[in-house]
């Protein structure tokens, strides 16, 4: 693999202009290392200006020639219409790394119809700030020079995990739905503090610093949450009363049953791709 290897982004929405923006901002990659499709030339052309990249509207078979990694940062519906596209395109020499939630390698591997190393990822939207999480599991054909692509890919916009690929369903609902769960908890402490008389701002600043600086100090220190909340806690303290009513209200039940729930839905998308794909009998 080359030291310098030219990155395919195909569908820079959301996730993969994160990923464009933190691979950019970390210096694993250049502008002039990557390529990004998405629909439109208006689009194409905004890309294009915000990161100084070569970016196309449509053509991903272009973008897939000009490429050593190929990111398919598709919806997974759009999937199978996408690998037709380029899948003679995916020849020696190229890896495919797919971050379509829910969209099985097996999959994958069967629109292709040769033997080619496909990797799955699941990464999440903090990878724009450096500070995302990834899961990354490959199929029979990836080697380990394949792995020593992917890996610092993903690992400069966060940090990196392996699982087997039949985890990935409990991953897209933990982390991959993960920024949302704490978005809302940033804005329901944030009302909070309005409720009790903080301005916007202060009250704003308070819980993204707060959510952020608990998380930093989770990581950092290696300690359970569990130990680090019960050194806030002071008997008969302010702390202990807000813990007794989110215990009342079950807030650890609601995020279990939440990610159970995406959990679920995760293996339901994916039962659902596969039969669309399964030839008719």
């Not at 209200?249 to 159970?260: K, N, S, Y």
Request: some cysteine; hydrophobic content about 45%; charged content about 20%.
């Amino acid at each position: 693999m080359t030291e310098s290897p030219r990155i395919a982004v195909l569908g820079a929405g959301n996730m993969g202009g994160a990923l464009i923006a933190g691979m950019l901002r970390s210096g694993f990659a250049k502008p002039g290392q990557l390529t990004a499709t998405v629909r439109s030339p208006e689009k194409a052309a905004a890309l294009s200006d915000s990161y100084g990249i070569r970016a196309l509207p449509g053509r991903n078979l272009d973008a897939v020639e000009n490429a050593d990694l190929v990111i398919a940062a598709v919806k997974p519906h759009l999937m199978s219409g996408l690998l037709e596209e380029i899948r003679w395109g995916l020849r020696e020499g190229r890896i495919l790394v797919s971050i379509a939630a829910a969209f099985p390698i097996a999959l994958i591997e069967q629109h292709i119809g040769r033997p080619f190393p496909v990797f799955r990822a699941m990464p999440n939207t903090p990878a724009v700030v450096g500070e995302g999480v990834t899961a990354i599991a490959g199929n029979s054909h990836a080697r380990q020079e394949h792995w020593a692509l992917v890996e610092p890919a993903f690992r400069s916009v966060g940090a990196v995990c392996y699982l087997d690929e039949d985890q990935f369903h409990a991953v897209t609902a933990l982390s991959g739905a993960g920024p949302a769960y704490v978005y809302m908890v940033i804005e329901a402490m944030t009302a909070a503090g309005l409720k009790v008389g903080l301005s916007r701002d202060v009250a704003a600043r308070l819980a993204e610093q707060t959510v952020l600086g608990a998380a930093k100090l989770v990581r950092d220190s290696g300690t359970h949450p569990a130990i680090l909340r019960d050194r806030v806690v002071t008997p008969g303290g302010v702390t202990i009363a807000g813990l007794h009513e989110l215990e009342r209200h079950g807030l650890r039940a609601m995020f279990m049953t939440a990610v159970e729930a995406a959990t679920a839905h995760s293996r339901q998308l994916s039962g659902k791709l596969n039969d669309l794909a399964r030839p008719a009998e």
